[in-house]
């Protein structure tokens, strides 16, 4: 029963934190917020204990799953050598430098205890930071490749810090074994995943072609395959993150769900928006549970140690913070003027980012929940006795990496262009929304040719002959709306843009009243709730359908 109300109570917080924030219209990052709230909790007494293996299972496997399902391909594949050199180059030379440094500013961290704490702190959040980011002005090629950084460069930073552990515990260490297991683990974990994502899509191919699509059950075990991915991954003793990213990617690129009744592809959305959603508020509040904790264990250990002191605590926890976010504007910086000098020598064309957009990038490399997942697995303090010193360490980066990332991207947003300068999504929006409509109309014009053609062919009904040109000028209407490129772009298109937004606002006062009616009819016994609820959800569609098309429409 403890255990029933303590999830009880986290979910409840993890509502009232995105409520509170929209009541307050309060100008804090979702993740510092919700991390608040979890210290708040800890203070008022909340305690929950954290299994590390089954935190990465219950809640990182889902949430890199949907990332990694709903990363734009086409910008990934582009992406892809950027993207692969910074989840692995930058993580070795984060972990080596790193380690490094804390080991000269703390001589009482042993080299292999700093590199074990570095290779935790390598791995980035891109959940947090897409929640400082999100409606900034940010370039989409750079929140892509930032997204993809944090798919990929968990395993590589995850290896780092098992191999320094190992090499902290038993004084040993060979960079062949460590190199091999590297190629194991990562290797093994994408196929993994693509073998398991290839078995899935083919499975959901055979049920569907043999009329077997029920909505529910079909949503409910696509639920589950990023657990069973995970789970197969660790048991042969791979990498289980990288597995839950290939295995997305895989179901995506087979492209099974557009196979799928419309239904099941709308109920599966709903449940991974709330699953996402609850998931990245459960993990930030638990790392905010923590918290006292973890700060109740610094001053045990300041006050046994001769050797540290408060200030060398934070000293240590700053630099850290400095140094990483400087390693960071290093190799992106270096890695841009390697590109631009490889694609001089090939006479390629080679896109660069900005200063701005290189500032943007050394500071979104906060950290979150895969370095607290990793840091809480260290052993005990009987075999492992900077356990709690690097804990804390590394709890304080993560709060001071989100307070940083906070504080200051939104400064370096405003050394970007001025979004008229920049290119957006929406345009792609717009013409591939006009190519739609295009595609409409070539189907009725081929109908009315083929009316025209053989007015006596059984397929030209009179119902079908009244509907085609009705239909027709409805799609004209919505071409002449949507294309920015005719000849007359100014009072004409102005007009049918109004035209449609006041067609559309009178829709949706028709379906609020519908909606209205429809309760009376509940309310005084004229109609059952099976019809309300039938009825009900027909106009939450249709209501839907028209607040996506008035979003769509150009601004007159």
């Not at 979702?30 to 708040?40: F, S, W």
């Not at 950027?82 to 080596?96: D, E, H, Q, R, Y």
Request: net charge neutral; proline share 4%; hydrophobic share 50%.
């Amino acid at each position: 029963m403890d255990e029933t109300l303590l999830a009880l109570s986290l979910l409840t917080i993890t509502g009232l934190t995105g409520i509170g924030a929209r009541m307050l219209n309060l100008h804090i990052p979702m993740p510092l917020l919700q991390i608040a709230a979890g210290a708040t909790a800890a203070l008022a007494g909340l305690r929950v204990g954290l299994d590390n293996n089954l935190f990465l299972l219950l809640f990182i496997a889902p949430l890199l799953f949907v990332d990694a399902y709903r990363i734009p391909m086409r910008e990934f594949g582009e992406l892809r050598h950027i993207i692969a050199a910074m989840a692995i180059g930058l993580v070795l030379l984060s972990t080596l430098a790193g380690g490094y440094f804390l080991h000269w500013l703390l001589p009482t961290v042993s080299l292999a205890a700093a590199f074990a704490l570095a290779g935790a702190l390598s791995p980035t959040d891109a959940i947090s930071v897409s929640g400082i980011l999100r409606g900034g002005r940010v370039p989409p090629r750079l929140l892509y490749l930032l997204g993809g950084e944090a798919l990929l460069n968990d395993a590589s930073g995850l290896v780092c810090f098992k191999f320094a552990v190992a090499a902290a515990t038993t004084g040993l260490f060979s960079l062949k074994a460590a190199s091999a297991n590297f190629v194991w683990v990562a290797a093994g974990g994408v196929l993994t995943g693509i073998a398991i994502g290839l078995l899935g899509s083919k499975l959901e191919t055979y049920l569907l072609r043999r009329g077997y699509d029920d909505p529910p059950s079909h949503a409910l075990l696509a639920l589950m395959i990023p657990f069973a991915v995970y789970l197969a991954a660790e048991y042969i003793e791979t990498s289980g993150i990288l597995a839950v990213v290939a295995g997305g990617m895989t179901i995506r690129l087979s492209g099974v769900m557009n196979e799928t009744q419309i239904e099941t592809r709308m109920r599966a959305t709903a449940i991974w928006d709330m699953v996402s959603f609850t998931l990245n508020g459960l993990v930030f509040l638990l790392l905010g549970l923590q918290l006292p904790h973890l700060l109740h264990e610094a001053k045990r250990i300041l006050r046994s140690s001769g050797d540290l002191s408060l200030w060398s605590v934070l000293l240590a926890i700053l630099g850290l913070q400095a140094v990483m976010t400087l390693i960071r504007l290093f190799w992106v910086t270096g890695s841009a003027s390697l590109r631009q000098v490889v694609a001089h020598f090939r006479h390629r064309a080679c896109v660069l980012p900005s200063w701005g957009e290189k500032l943007i990038m050394a500071l979104a490399g906060t950290r979150g929940t895969i370095t607290l997942a990793a840091i809480l697995t260290l052993p005990s303090a009987t075999d492992f006795p900077q356990r709690d010193l690097l804990i804390t360490l590394a709890a304080g980066v993560i709060i001071s990496s989100l307070l940083v990332a906070s504080l200051l991207l939104p400064l370096a947003l405003r050394l970007l262009p001025a979004p008229s300068q920049m290119s957006t999504p929406q345009q792609e929006l717009d013409d591939t929304r006009l190519a739609l409509v295009d595609t409409a109309l070539a189907v009725l014009k081929n109908e009315t040719a083929k009316s025209q053609a053989d007015p006596t062919s059984s397929t030209d009904s009179p119902e079908l002959a009244h509907a085609v040109p009705l239909l027709l000028q409805e799609f004209q209407e919505l071409h002449q709306t949507l294309d920015g490129k005719q000849p007359d772009p100014g009072s004409t298109r102005d007009l049918s843009v109004r035209n449609r937004r006041a067609e559309v606002a009178i829709r949706l006062r028709i379906i609020r009243a519908q909606r209205k009616t429809l309760r009376d009819l509940l309310h005084d016994r004229n109609i059952n709730d099976e019809t309300e609820r039938v009825l009900g959800r027909q106009l939450d569609v249709h209501e839907q359908e028209l607040i996506n098309e008035a979003a769509a429409l150009p601004h007159a």
